[in-house]
């Protein structure tokens, strides 16, 4: 994952729920800042990253 940050890629998806270890402050600035969000189903999934 920080290679993904560190290359600028956006719009990554991870597991259905974020690790433990980031906290609040730093979760929201990955959301806001990369788009960073938690899988859904694949079909939403693929809809959603096929609009970006």
């Known amino acids: 994952m920080l290679t993904l940050l ?3 890629i956006k719009n ?3 597991v259905p729920s974020f690790p433990a270890f980031l906290a609040p402050n730093i979760l929201n600035y990955l959301v806001e800042n990369y788009g960073i969000a938690p ?7 693929i809809k959603t990253l096929i609009n970006h």
């Open 6 to 8: 560190h290359l600028v």
């Open 12 to 14: 990554i998806r991870l």
């Open 39 to 45: 899988i859904t189903t694949p079909e939403e999934d």
